[in-house]
Structures are given as C-alpha cells and as structure tokens.
C-alpha cells in the first residue's frame, strides 16, 4: 500500500501562483511513476502531468503545458506541482495519484486506470 497526501491547495487570483506537493509513504518512493489529476465540479477527473519514476520523463496535458511543471524528490518521498499563470478554468480538487512501475525509468503514465494508488486531493480556486 501506498500512501498519498496532498497539499499546498488555496484560493488564488488569476495570474498567480500555487506549488501543490504530495507526500507520499508506506512503499519505495522510486518504483513509482506519479501523476497529477483534477476534477472539477460536474466534469471527469482528467490528467494533468506525469513524471517517471527516475524523473527523467515528464509529460503534460496540453492545457498546462508551459505553466505547470512537475517535478519529485525521491529522498523525500514528495512530488510537486508548480502551477504558474493559473486561470479560472484551473479551478477544481487536483489529486496525486501513484503507478507501480516494474521496468522503464522513463515512462509517464497518462491514463487515470493505469494507476494504483491516490490521495484524497486538494482544492483549488482561482478567481478572475
């Protein structure tokens, strides 16, 4: 089992900032592949960014491609989401959620069932 816990969510204005982490515990950090997700209210929970488990792979949704960085320490369990230039469709509960990878280092999950594990999310709200 793996543990995931998200925070660093809030209520910003447009055009701000916000650095989401998620603490992750109860496994070997480094095995897995992490993803960012979001939902927002009356819509599907949709991917957002990827990271392989080395971090020599990322992958982002072309909606927060050159806003969002992804990133992860693996010596302290934790991956992060730099959100920059947020706008109000950003707004919605954005979850971590964790892929057990067997192999590749490289490889960035992008499909909500590929994986295993998730935190319970955090919110966020930019207003206009």
């Known amino acids: 089992q793996v543990q995931l816990v998200e925070s660093g969510g809030g209520l910003v204005q447009a055009g701000d900032s916000l650095r989401l982490s998620c603490a992750a515990s109860g496994r070997t950090f480094s095995n897995y592949a992490m993803g960012w997700f979001r939902q927002a209210p009356g819509k599907e929970r949709e991917f957002v960014a990827a990271?392989?488990?080395?971090?020599?792979?990322?992958f982002y949704a072309d909606s927060v491609k050159g806003r969002f960085t992804i990133s992860r320490d693996n010596a302290k369990n934790t991956v992060y989401l730099q959100m920059n230039s947020l706008i109000p469709e950003d707004t919605a509960v954005y979850y971590c959620?964790?892929?057990?990878?067997?192999?590749?280092?490289?490889?960035?999950?992008?499909?909500?069932?590929?994986?295993?594990?998730w935190g319970q999310g955090t919110q966020v709200t930019v207003s206009s």
């Open positions: 959620a964790a892929d057990r990878q067997y192999g590749s280092t490289w490889y960035t999950p992008s499909i909500k069932d590929e994986y295993n594990y």
């Open positions: 990271i392989s488990r080395s971090a020599r792979g990322t």
